[in-house]
């Protein structure tokens, strides 16, 4: 059966993106019985390549994404949910595979440009961000993750690990495995984009609704939402499409949502056809959108506060899970070590 490794860098709690993008389907998958072990990874090592000057950041937000998880419906008895930094196999695994990766190759990876420009790096670039693919190979390798859910942007990232395990299998001996990508299932989920109608939600830019937001918040922040800028008057014809509130209804909305909250109307398309004639009003999708929203996190959110009350049980939960983690990754390094020839004391 397959073997599913997949996570988070914690640098804030998670938002609306993470739910849609990968939290909704890491349940299922869990939920589902096809996989014989689901690991997630808390990438707490990853997090402090570009946050080195700041490890509280990091440390405070640990409990942060471990608490979004289990509200979201993860359960410990089913996955393996572990802190990276616990499990040091994996910077072993890393520095042996920093030998079959040149620098050109690093520089050509699409998604390592686009982060290093992001963050404003240009020539002050950390090792460990500029490598970080190559830890990314060693996290999935480990625990010889065949599947692995990403989102289109990473996608570089595991053709790089495929690229490591074919370059280790063939150089030394075939034992690594080599992972496939696994992206969502519902497109708008691969491209929720952020309340300011920026490309994708980000913790960095604050245009993200967070999985622990109030209801105030979420109200506040569904009222702030940018829209169709040429629909200024309610009689005015709108578009739908690359409209951010629409995006977040194709993501969210099912048809018995409009019996509780908007009986004029019996379908999404319905809605949507009214808007680009004209006659609806921005405020009256965005009530709609904000009821939805609601009734989708308040169970998650009510489970959240329950479980931050004992933070001592989320992190005995942690430490089991980095255990339980690390001794398959040892087995795994044992492997490595042979398979190069390094086991020098246990021949």
């Known amino acids: ?9 914690p640098t804030g709690k998670l938002h609306l993106g993470h739910y849609v993008g990968s939290l909704k389907r890491r349940v299922e998958m869990q939920d589902s019985g096809r996989y014989s072990k689901i690991y997630i990874m808390i990438a707490d090592a990853q997090a402090l390549t570009d946050n080195a000057d700041n490890i509280n ?30 499990v040091p196999e994996l910077c072993e695994l890393s520095f042996y595979y ?21 963050r404003g790096f240009k020539q002050s670039i950390p090792v460990g961000f500029f490598t970080y693919p190559i830890s990314q190979a060693a996290d999935i390798t480990a625990f010889k993750a065949n599947i692995v859910p990403v989102g289109e942007d990473q996608l570089p990232m595991i053709e790089q690990t495929r690229e490591i395990v ?31 109608g920026a490309a994708k939600m980000s913790k960095s ?5 967070y999985l622990s937001d109030t209801s105030n918040e979420i109200k506040k922040k569904i009222q702030s939402m940018f829209t169709d800028p040429t629909h200024l008057r309610v009689e005015d014809p709108g578009h739908t499409e690359n409209n951010p509130v629409f995006i977040y209804l194709d993501a969210f909305c099912k048809d018995q949502h409009f019996e509780a909250f908007l009986p004029a109307y019996h379908n999404l398309e319905e809605l949507k056809d009214h808007y680009r004639r004209g006659g609806l009003g921005d405020g009256t999708v965005k009530k709609f959108l904000n009821e939805i929203l609601q009734n989708e996190l308040k169970p998650i959110r009510e489970k959240r506060e329950m ?15 980095s255990q339980s983690a ?3 990754a040892q087995q795994t390094i044992q492997e490595v070590r042979t398979a190069i020839g390094i086991n020098y004391f246990n021949e």
Not at 60 to 82: M, R
Not at 205 to 209: F, R, T, Y
């Open 205 to 209: 830019l604050g245009n993200c609704i």
């Open 326 to 328: 690390r001794s398959v």
């Open 307 to 321: 479980l931050a009350r004992d933070l001592g049980e989320v992190f005995q939960m942690l430490h089991k899970g």
């Open 98 to 118: 920093m030998n079959l990766v040149t620098v050109s190759r690093l520089q050509r990876n699409p998604t390592v440009k686009n982060e290093i420009q992001l």
């Open 57 to 86: 950041k990091i440390r405070n937000n640990i409990s942060e994404v471990a608490l979004d998880y289990l509200a979201c419906g993860l359960d410990p008895q089913k996955v393996t949910i572990f802190i990276q930094s616990q």
């Open 166 to 196: 074919r370059s280790f299998n063939t150089l030394y001996k075939e034992i690594l495995v080599e992972p496939s990508a696994v992206l969502p299932e519902n497109t708008t989920c691969s491209r929720l984009p952020g309340l300011d």
């Open 1 to 9: 059966m397959d073997i599913v490794l997949t996570g988070d860098r």
